[in-house]
């Protein structure tokens, strides 16, 4: 399983769009190499999670054809992960001699609206699901299963996802706060292990409530140690830190340092492991 990091932030990038902190300014000083672009990740140049606005770019500079991809998950309703409006450039007179005509979408239940108000053209070449958590949907050679994430307050419905290829499970974490207590039960119960797992880590070394809608290295820290204590993960399993707010200067250089104890990589925007 080919995993990419096409986008590391928050919503507001970093730079963030309409930011003049210390943090943002000197990044935009740094170069366009140290910059962070909303959170989205593609497997295997098959399975995309998440659409930011940003997704347009980042086919552009990692060559990605977006007409090759099959599968769509959404993890929940926020615009820097559900900007629908750009699923309409599949449709007809936009999207032409597309190597994979029929786009398969999981989506929360919330996210359906959206969906059904895009174009005939559009709709028609989708192949929509709505995520019920815990229940395993199959696509190709992919098996997702929805867990319930702590974000939104109960105002939307959001996801993290387990992806499981042949043998291998990888845990995409975002966003959400510390795991429910159902999730580490079901990761327990049915014998999960994970070879890698990806975490939000928007709040960096600020604290924050474990009820909170993200988390911190504080947070990951606890997760991470909570997961092995269950056998979910060990030593070998591939730990990433992603999703990052400008308000925790997310440079990599300070990331690295903040969570080197975690024994854990930090995400940066383009990068690719393989499990």
């Known amino acids: 399983m080919k995993i990419q990091f096409l986008g590391t932030a928050a919503a507001e990038g970093f730079p963030a769009v309409f930011c003049n902190c210390k943090y943002c300014e000197n990044v935009r000083s740094l170069g366009a190499s140290f ?83 895009l174009n005939k053209h559009t709709k028609d070449i989708m192949s929509v699901k709505v995520a019920v958590p815990f229940k395993t949907v199959t696509f190709g050679d992919y098996q997702v299963t929805p867990l319930p994430a702590r974000h939104g307050y109960g105002k939307i419905d959001a996801n993290i996802y387990l992806i499981k290829k042949g043998e291998k499970n990888f845990l995409y974490g975002h966003d959400t706060g510390y795991f429910y207590e159902e999730v580490f039960n079901y990761l327990k119960q049915n014998n999960i292990y994970l070879n890698a797992i990806t975490v939000d880590c928007c709040y960096g070394s600020l604290p924050i409530s474990d009820e909170g809608g993200h988390m911190g290295i504080q947070n990951n820290e606890r997760l991470f140690n909570k997961l092995e204590s269950l056998g979910v993960i060990d030593s070998k399993t591939i730990k990433i830190l992603n999703h990052f707010s400008h308000n925790v200067n997310p440079l990599q250089s300070v990331l690295e340092e903040e969570c080197k104890h975690l024994n854990a990589l930090v995400s940066y925007d383009g990068m690719t492991i393989e499990i």
């Open 35 to 117: 910059y962070r672009t909303r959170c989205q990740m593609l497997i295997d140049n098959k399975l995309l999670i998440d659409l930011p606005p940003d997704t347009y770019f980042h086919f552009l500079k990692y060559g990605i054809r977006g007409d090759t991809i099959e599968t769509l998950l959404i993890s929940h309703t926020h615009s820097d992960h559900f900007y629908f409006k750009e699923l309409e450039m599949r449709g007809a007179g936009f999207g032409k001699n597309m190597q994979v005509n029929n786009l398969n979408i999981l989506v929360p239940n919330d996210a359906v609206k959206s969906l059904e108000s």
